[in-house]
T-cell receptor
């Protein structure tokens, strides 16, 4: 089955620690995205990648970092510089860059900072 | 800058009654418009989209939305809701060129009452 997997589903972290969220897709999609979802805020774009070895900052990139060394993988690191990291994180992919292409979403990772 | 306004954060409706979820956008250029649905503790799924052509677009599960350029609206409707329609619905807009992003609204939570 083709799709997007995110792991873990729930993640707890102590303040001051970096943590990496996994996102893998086997859809052979070129573009991948990371969003943050907070209650009543909708989705906000953190980073996106149009192609392997390339990525751009979204609207709220501060305190986050990404890499895109393989087409199927786009991990997100939440660093200690992110002041309010507790949120639901969603990864998505599309066949090619361009907003007319449907974005397919993973099931999400809920991060809680203790 | 583009923006999306979903006028209602929550909409309660009785089962088998009609529903309308409102969405207005601000943009001075041609747009692409989307409705995504998020079931509890899941990622988002594309429900329907308007790219061009007919202003009335339909989904496979009975929802429809109409692009109204003069009113800058893309309201979502269903003539008879089912308990399984309980979810959060997100309206989104994009200019659609290769480098542009999708801007999501804050979401409308649809509560189906028995």
């Amino acid at each position: 089955d083709g799709g997007i997997t995110q792991s873990p589903k729930y993640l707890f972290r102590k303040e001051g620690q970096n943590v990496t969220l996994s996102c893998e897709q086997n859809l052979n999609h070129d573009a991948m995205y990371w969003y943050r979802q907070d209650p009543g805020q909708g989705l906000r774009l953190i980073y996106y990648s149009q192609i392997v070895n390339d990525f751009q900052k979204g609207d709220i990139a501060e305190g986050y970092s990404v890499s895109r060394e393989k087409k199927e993988s786009f991990p997100l690191t939440v660093t200690s510089a992110q002041k309010n990291p507790t949120a639901f994180y969603l990864c998505a992919s599309s066949i090619a860059p361009g907003a007319h292409n449907e974005q397919f979403f993973g099931p999400g990772t809920r991060l809680t900072v203790l | 800058a583009q923006s999306v306004t979903q006028l209602d954060s929550q909409v309660p409706v009785f089962e088998e009654a009609p529903v309308e979820l409102r969405c207005n956008y601000s943009s001075s250029v041609s747009v692409y418009l989307f409705w995504y649905v998020q079931y509890p503790n899941q990622g988002l799924q594309l429900l329907l989209k308007y790219l061009s052509g007919s202003t009335l677009v339909k989904s496979i599960n009975g929802f429809e939305a109409e692009f109204n350029k003069s009113q800058t609206s893309f309201h979502l409707r269903k003539p008879s809701v089912h308990i399984s329609d309980t979810a959060e619905y997100f309206c989104a807009v994009s200019k659609g060129n290769r480098d542009d992003k999708i801007i999501f609204g804050k979401g409308t939570r649809l509560h189906i009452l028995p």
